[in-house]
Every structure is written in structure tokens, then in C-alpha cells.
């Protein structure tokens, strides 16, 4: 019998492990913007000028992305105007009441919700909001634009609250004693002082909110009533509409694999990579800056 | 003109309205998907395979479909980010780089989650030509888990006081020696706890794998890779499409609520993994 240790690897195989690991992790973001890039060359050589009009009909070679981009867009602003203010109004009682068994409670309640998985938003989404927006509007179907900016609202709140919590919470002691001191009333300390210095960190989660809301897929795909036209007149929300995500979702499974039809949906999910990835960018930058100048005295 | 002390209370109205508000949204959420699951869930339920395109029967199937996944995910996601994290943290010393990889890292983690589904639909099912496999579906979730389990090794890495690596460097201990014997043992609670919030979140995943790996109705244990199995969330993406039928809505309470359990234990055993693992010189 040898009771020997087993010899351990050499140290030039376990480097070459180590550096092979990081080199597959730090490739594969641009792995997939290379494999996506590469299959938009149908709808590039086809038709590129029908790609900026608003019909889509693959059946006439016409695949207008501007429906689906501008339901992206204003579902995602109908959700940050409903949730930024209710986010940061909420972070601003939980952080200044300084009750940390408050804090502790939302907290909590916040990571379970921040877990909730998005198809099962999609579910209550089809079987209570999109119930109530019919019946309260008094409409024939509630899968409206509306619908999925109000359940985007809902799913984006955690994140809006978690961080906007931490980054008033972060804000010195000082800052607010001195306020007070110079006889301000709370409302002004919060205002005057403590937002306009958490004023970066704040960016930053509405930033990265941003890009969750723009890249949801489940939820939106059940409620929005999947209408690739223009709603007319152009801002009437209680009408059905499209998403670039809940396009994807819909017709990617139906499409032919390198049909023009195929690689106009790609382009899609490619513009929209890119404007999330420009998003996530520009939070972290946010979130690393050192602080400079007076900042820099009191973090 | 309103007087300050106005101002004052209509804006400590305004807050206390905004968390009336949240604490509404959040109660009225957690109260739908307890209180409709807990109707719809049984010992049948749980442990019955589903009939009539899963309106009726049970969901045993697509528990076992979920968990082969994102298992497998995890397996494939371990030694990956393990060997990254050692590399990001031992080996790269130059700011420039460093940057360059969390930003990759940052990067993959924005990438929304049905990219990663057409990523593997193109470059999987239809390049490499697999078909439909559950085992594609593992490998994609895994490479979505990599961000999460990577930036918590890093970090626990991060933590290991520098003396460990000077003692182990003095005792003539080479660099792959230290990352072996020092650093890896020291920061797996890291790792652990990494992949088990990354699997929290892969569970409940439903646009990477809708269009690679899952089918709606008719799927089994699978005998080779290649082929595509039952899951949770398409299970109850279908349910959700079928919501005039009562029974099928109700299936699709009793799979969330399931789902949403499967989610918390891996998050539980996240939280103990944080405190039981971590070593002795870091408590």
C-alpha cells in the first residue's frame, strides 16, 4: 500500500489553469457581442433602410425596429417615474428615521423580494395588474404599455431603494449636524445637503435600474400585449405595444435560423446589449470615482 | 408662499406616504404568491408528473429539470471562477489590467438575460449544432453565474491578510504553491457563497434557456445531453399563457411558489455558508 500524498500538480499546469480561467471570463462579454454582430448580416445586405421605419411584416421584408425600440423606452420611463421618486422618498424615511429595526425589517423584505424570480412578476402581472388596469380604465384587454411599465416599476424598486438607502446612509454624521446647526428644518438638511451628496451614488442605482428595466424580459413579454405598431396618438400608453426584449422572447423561437427575419431580431438584442452594457459602464465609473475637493474631506 | 415648517411637514408626509406605499406593494406581493401557492401545493403536487400540458397533475418533472440545470451550471461555474479569481488576485499586478478584467466581469453581468439565450441559440443550437440540450442550458447559466461567484472570491481573497502570503513566500513556497496551499483554502467561503447566490438566481432564470434547453410538455429524465428537459419557469411561462383556465393558473401559483422556495434555500444556505466556512483567522 502507498500512503504517499498524491503528488501535487505542477506549478507551470496549475498556471496555466489560473490563466486560461480568467482569460475564458474576461473573453466571453465580447465573445457574445461577436457572435451576435455576426449573424445581422441578412437584414444588413437585405433591406437596411426598412430597419428604421415603423412596420414590421417579415412576410413583405419589412422589419421596422423603431416600435419596439420605443416601447422599450417608454416603458422604462413610465417605470423609473413611478419608482425613482417612491424609491428614494422611501430611502429617505428608512435612512433618516435611524431606526434600525426599521431598516432591518425592509431590509430584509427587500433581498426577498429582490429574489423573486421575473416570471413570477410575469404571473401576478397577468393575473391581478393587468386585471385591475382593464377594469379600472374600463378597457377591453389591461396589455397595455401601461401595464408593463407599472410591473417594471414594481421590479425595479428593490433596486432603486437598496441602493439609494445605502448611499444616504453613507452620508457623514457631520454634514447633517452641521446643517442643523445652522438652524436648517430636516426637510432642508435632506434636500440641501444630504441628497446633493449622495447625489453620484443615487446615479448610479438609477442607472443600473435603468438598464435591469430595459433588459426584463419575462414580466413584460406576459403583459404587454405583444403589438409591434406605434401606439396612435404616439404617447397613448393604454394601448398594446412591443419591447425589444419581449420581441425576442416572442418570435425568436418561430424565426429561421439565418433568414433576414433571424438576424433583424439579433440586431435588436445587439442595440440592446449595447445600450445596457453603456449603462452598467457608467454606474460603476459613478460608483468607483474617488471623491475630490470638500468630499474628499469628510468620506 | 408656504412657511418652512409647512414645507417641513408636507414633505415628512410625503415620505411617510412613499413607505406606506412600498411596505403595500411588498405586503401585497409576498401575501399573492404565499397565499395562492400554498393553495395549490401538496405532496401529489410536488411529487406527481404533470397531465394535460401541466394544467393538471403535478410538477415532479420540471423540480427534477431545474435542479440537473443549474447544478450542472454550478459545476461548470466552480472550477472556472475559482482559477479566474486566483488569477485576478495573485497574478495581475498591473492597475490597468485589474480594471480591465472587472470591468468584463461588470460588463457580463449587465448583459440581459435573454442575450444569453440568443447567444446560446446561435452559437450552440444552431452553429455547433446541438439541438435542444439541457446540457447547453447548464453551460450558459454557468456563464451567467461567473460574475457573481467570481466578484465574491475576489473579494474574499482581497481579505486574506498579507502576512499569510509574505509567511508562505519566506518559507520558499513558489507562487502556485501559495495560491494552492494559502490563498484557495483561505477564500472559499467565497467561492461557496459566490455560487450559491449565482444559483439562487439561475433557478428562477427563464429567458436563457426557453429557446436551448427546456420543452413545455412531454419531457422526462433525459438519457444523453442532448436532450431538452421540463423546467420550473418555462412550466409556469406556459401556465401563465393559459390563465382563463382556473386549474392551470392555479398550477402556476404552485410552481412559483415552489420556485420561490427552491430560491431561498440556495440563499439560506448561502447566508450559513458565509458564516460556517469562513476561517478561523477571518472570524
Not at chain 1, 410591473?151 to 454624521?173: C, G
Request: aromatic share 8%; with cysteine; hydrophobic share 55%.
Amino acid at each position: 500500500m502507498d500512503f504517499t500524498r498524491p503528488a501535487p500538480p505542477s506549478g507551470r499546469a496549475l498556471r496555466s489553469y489560473f490563466l486560461i480561467s480568467a482569460l475564458i471570463c474576461a473573453a466571453i462579454c465580447a465573445v457574445i457581442l461577436i457572435t451576435l454582430l455576426g449573424q445581422t448580416g441578412p437584414v444588413l445586405s437585405h433591406n437596411p433602410a426598412s430597419l428604421f421605419g415603423t412596420v414590421w411584416n417579415p412576410n413583405l421584408g419589412q422589419y421596422g425596429i423603431i416600435p419596439m425600440l420605443y416601447g422599450s423606452i417608454v416603458v422604462m420611463v413610465i417605470a423609473m417615474a413611478i419608482a425613482l421618486p417612491l424609491g428614494v422618498l422611501t430611502a429617505i424615511y428608512i435612512a433618516e428615521t435611524r431606526s434600525a429595526r426599521l431598516r432591518g425589517i425592509i431590509k430584509s423584505a427587500l433581498e426577498v423580494l429582490a429574489g423573486i424570480p421575473s416570471i413570477v412578476y410575469g404571473l401576478i402581472g397577468v393575473a391581478y395588474i393587468s386585471v385591475w388596469v382593464a377594469k379600472g380604465l374600463d378597457l377591453q384587454t389591461g396589455r397595455l404599455i401601461l401595464t408593463a411599465g407599472l410591473i417594471l416599476a414594481v421590479m425595479i424598486l428593490p433596486t432603486i431603494l437598496t441602493l439609494t438607502e445605502d448611499a444616504i446612509s453613507n452620508v457623514p454624521v457631520i454634514q447633517r449636524e452641521n446643517a442643523r446647526a445652522l438652524g436648517l428644518y430636516r426637510h432642508e438638511v435632506i434636500l440641501d445637503v444630504v441628497l446633493p451628496h449622495a447625489r453620484r451614488d443615487i446615479l448610479a442605482a438609477g442607472l443600473l435600474a435603468l438598464g435591469r428595466a430595459l433588459g426584463e424580459t419575462m414580466a413584460v413579454m406576459l403583459v404587454i400585449g405583444s403589438l409591434d405598431r406605434l401606439p396612435s396618438p404616439i404617447f397613448n400608453v393604454l394601448s398594446s405595444g412591443q419591447t425589444i426584449t419581449s420581441k425576442l422572447g416572442r418570435e425568436l423561437g418561430e424565426s429561421a435560423f439565418g433568414s433576414a427575419h433571424f438576424s433583424a431580431l439579433v440586431l435588436m438584442g445587439l442595440i440592446l446589449v449595447l445600450i445596457t452594457l453603456t449603462l452598467t459602464g457608467a454606474a460603476q465609473w459613478l460608483i468607483n470615482r474617488r471623491p475630490n475637493g470638500v468630499e474628499a474631506i469628510y468620506d | 408662499m408656504i412657511s418652512r415648517a409647512a414645507k417641513e411637514h408636507i414633505f415628512a408626509a410625503a415620505t411617510r406616504a412613499a413607505l406606506g406605499l412600498s411596505v403595500c406593494i411588498l405586503a401585497f406581493l409576498l401575501g399573492a404568491i404565499i397565499v395562492r401557492g400554498a393553495q395549490a401545493i401538496s405532496l401529489d403536487f410536488l411529487f406527481m408528473p404533470s397531465r394535460d400540458f401541466g394544467s393538471r397533475g403535478g410538477i415532479s418533472y420540471q423540480i427534477f429539470g431545474s435542479l440537473l440545470i443549474v447544478l450542472t451550471a454550478g459545476l461548470i461555474a466552480a472550477p472556472l471562477a475559482l482559477g479566474a479569481s486566483v488569477y485576478r488576485s495573485e497574478y495581475i499586478k498591473n492597475t490597468a489590467a485589474q480594471r480591465l478584467f472587472d470591468l468584463a466581469l461588470y460588463g457580463l453581468n449587465g448583459v440581459p438575460s435573454i442575450i444569453f439565450g440568443l447567444f446560446g441559440l446561435i452559437l450552440f443550437v444552431n452553429i455547433f449544432g446541438t439541438g435542444l440540450s439541457w446540457f447547453v442550458g447548464a453551460v450558459i447559466l454557468a456563464i451567467m453565474m461567473l460574475p457573481t461567484a467570481c466578484m465574491a472570491t475576489i473579494s474574499a481573497m482581497r481579505g486574506i491578510d498579507t502576512p499569510y502570503r509574505e509567511n508562505a513566500y519566506a518559507l520558499g513556497l513558489t507562487r502556485e504553491q501559495t495560491a494552492l496551499r494559502i490563498i484557495i483554502p483561505q477564500s472559499l467561503h467565497g467561492l461557496v457563497t459566490g455560487l450559491l447566490i449565482g444559483l439562487a438566481r439561475a433557478i428562477g432564470e427563464t429567458a436563457p434557456i426557453m429557446f436551448i434547453a427546456t420543452a413545455f410538455s412531454g419531457a422526462g429524465v433525459p438519457s444523453s445531453l442532448a436532450e431538452p428537459v421540463a423546467t420550473l419557469p418555462t412550466h409556469i411561462l406556459a401556465l401563465a399563457q393559459q390563465a382563463a383556465d382556473p386549474a392551470a393558473l392555479q398550477n402556476a401559483w404552485g410552481a412559483s411558489f415552489t420556485l420561490i422556495a427552491l430560491v431561498a434555500m440556495f440563499s439560506l444556505a448561502a447566508f450559513f455558508a458565509r458564516a460556517r466556512l469562513l476561517p478561523l483567522s477571518q472570524r
